[in-house]
């Protein structure tokens, strides 16, 4: 169990541009979370998926905003048409739901920084 | 909507000492609570997760208690260390949605 992996670790984009993020949970979890987090601030819940499903969107995520999670394994969190406002830390985690407490596991975050 | 408040926002207490973080939530209706750890620039460490049907749960040096009747959960640390410096976070669960707070900046001096 290698725990949950982001990449990248940072991204500095210019504004406008689209940027991508990757996210692998624990192996056999089968939840997987997004969430944003600015300095001084918790996370904000961005949305979550169940397998493949995304079951829930937070209004945060404006239709700039997409994510998938193709086959239930990894997940992608894409900022199309990028703003200042868009920079943050993205954090992601996953859990594994109906056999353990529902802990939530997180990964080390993407920082992303837009100019 | 849930809201979850956290205070104090920062506390800092000499090296020995035990302490008590304190959260607060506005919607009884949750699924559990969790308490976090954060170090400066980095991802969340969870610490304890108690179930709704819960009323404690303790690791280590770490006791963490919940009253979800009147909204609130706190976090004991007991003989604190430098190490311990950190930012606390909780988080309340329902419908796979979590609400955090915004954490407590703990600081413990040797």
């Known amino acids: 169990d290698t725990g949950v992996s982001q990449d990248p670790r940072h991204k500095i984009t210019k504004r406008g541009q689209n940027v991508t993020f990757r996210c692998d949970p624990i192996?056999?979890?089968?939840?997987l979370y997004w969430y944003r987090q600015t300095l001084g601030q918790g996370p904000e819940f961005l949305t979550y998926?169940?397998?493949?499903?995304?079951?829930?969107k937070s209004r945060l995520l404006s239709n700039r905003f997409s994510a998938e999670r193709p086959k239930g394994s990894f997940s992608t969190l894409e900022i199309q048409r990028t703003e200042q406002g868009d920079s943050a830390m993205y954090l992601c985690?996953?859990?594994?739901?109906?056999?353990?407490?529902?802990?939530?596991?997180f990964g080390p975050g993407t920082r992303l920084t837009v100019l | 909507k849930q809201e979850v408040t956290q205070i104090p926002a920062a506390l800092s207490v000499p090296e020995g000492e035990n302490l008590v973080l304190n959260c607060s939530f506005t919607?009884?209706?949750?699924?559990?609570l969790q308490w976090f750890r954060q170090d400066p620039g980095k991802g969340l460490t969870s610490l304890l997760l108690?179930?709704?049907?819960?009323r404690e749960q303790t690791s280590g040096r770490l006791n963490a208690s919940l009253d979800k009747s009147s909204g609130r959960s706190t976090l004991y640390i007991a003989a604190s260390q430098p190490g311990d410096s950190a930012t606390y976070l909780c988080?309340?669960?329902?419908?796979?949605?979590?609400?955090f707070g915004d954490g407590t900046t703990l600081t413990v001096k040797p």
């Open positions: 985690a996953s859990s594994l739901v109906g056999i353990s407490e529902d802990t939530q596991y």
């Open positions: 192996s056999e979890h089968n939840r």
């Open positions: 998926f169940q397998n493949e499903a995304q079951l829930e």
């Open positions: 919607d009884s209706a949750i699924y559990n």
């Open positions: 108690i179930q709704s049907s819960q």
């Open positions: 988080a309340v669960t329902n419908a796979g949605k979590s609400t």
